[in-house]
């Protein structure tokens, strides 16, 4: 159990989101990024199955098949797209909803920091790129198709223009 360690990275992660989120045009909005990560739901896990690598929910995921704290952190933030999931009728089955175009954004800032953090000195500015497109097959319908694209746009925007640029284009554009 490294409860302190967990305590570090993500305070680190989170400080990089707002960081970003001010960068984006969307500060206040980054200032409530992942409180939830403190809850005893959320940190207890994080804590017992900490690596510093990457995100201790695949530990928990690895361990006893699912992860708690995860279910309990997408259903509270709504940067993330499994947040924006609901019960579609015609098809019986879950999809994605499409993501109003803040939370993009932020979702946006949480990936290239998660990147940076978890990367270290390896992080390049086509990082979160490569990892959104290794997971391409994993989200399959839960994403719903335009958040996806307009996403991929940004983490585009980024592996070819640079950091500058893109916050720039967030800061300036209200929708993407």
Same mark, same amino acid.
């Given at each position: 159990m490294?409860? *302190?360690?967990?305590? /570090?990275? *993500?305070? /680190?992660? =989170?400080? $990089?989101? !707002?960081?970003h989120?001010?960068?984006?045009?969307?500060?206040?909005?980054? %200032?409530?990024?992942d &409180?939830?990560?403190?809850?005893?739901?959320?940190?207890?896990?994080?804590?017992?199955y900490?690596q510093?690598?990457?995100?201790?929910?695949?530990g @928990?995921? @690895?361990? !006893?098949?699912?992860?708690?704290?995860?279910?309990?952190?997408?259903?509270?933030?709504? #940067?993330?797209?499994?947040?924006?999931?609901?019960?579609? #009728?015609?098809? =019986?089955?879950?999809?994605?909803m499409?993501?109003?175009?803040?939370?993009?954004k932020?979702?946006?800032?949480?990936?290239? $920091?998660?990147?940076? !953090?978890?990367?270290?000195? /390896?992080?390049?500015?086509?990082?979160? %790129?490569?990892?959104?497109?290794?997971?391409?097959?994993?989200?399959? !319908?839960?994403?719903?198709?335009?958040?996806?694209?307009? %996403?991929?746009?940004? &983490?585009r925007?980024l $592996?070819?223009?640079?950091?500058? @640029?893109?916050?720039?284009? &967030?800061?300036? #554009?209200?929708? %993407?």
């Amino acid at each position: 159990m490294h409860p *302190i360690k967990h305590f /570090k990275t *993500i305070t /680190k992660h =989170r400080h $990089a989101v !707002i960081i970003h989120c001010f960068k984006a045009g969307i500060g206040f909005q980054g %200032l409530f990024h992942d &409180l939830s990560k403190y809850s005893p739901t959320e940190f207890i896990p994080g804590a017992i199955y900490y690596q510093g690598t990457r995100s201790p929910n695949e530990g @928990e995921r @690895e361990s !006893i098949g699912y992860s708690k704290a995860w279910m309990h952190h997408k259903g509270r933030n709504r #940067h993330h797209f499994e947040y924006w999931t609901d019960y579609n #009728h015609a098809t =019986r089955q879950m999809q994605g909803m499409p993501m109003p175009d803040k939370y993009i954004k932020e979702m946006f800032c949480d990936r290239v $920091a998660a990147s940076k !953090i978890y990367q270290g000195n /390896k992080y390049t500015d086509d990082s979160s %790129l490569k990892y959104f497109e290794q997971g391409r097959d994993k989200r399959g !319908i839960l994403i719903h198709e335009e958040t996806s694209k307009k %996403l991929e746009f940004l &983490l585009r925007m980024l $592996a070819e223009n640079g950091e500058k @640029e893109t916050f720039k284009y &967030l800061r300036t #554009h209200k929708t %993407l």
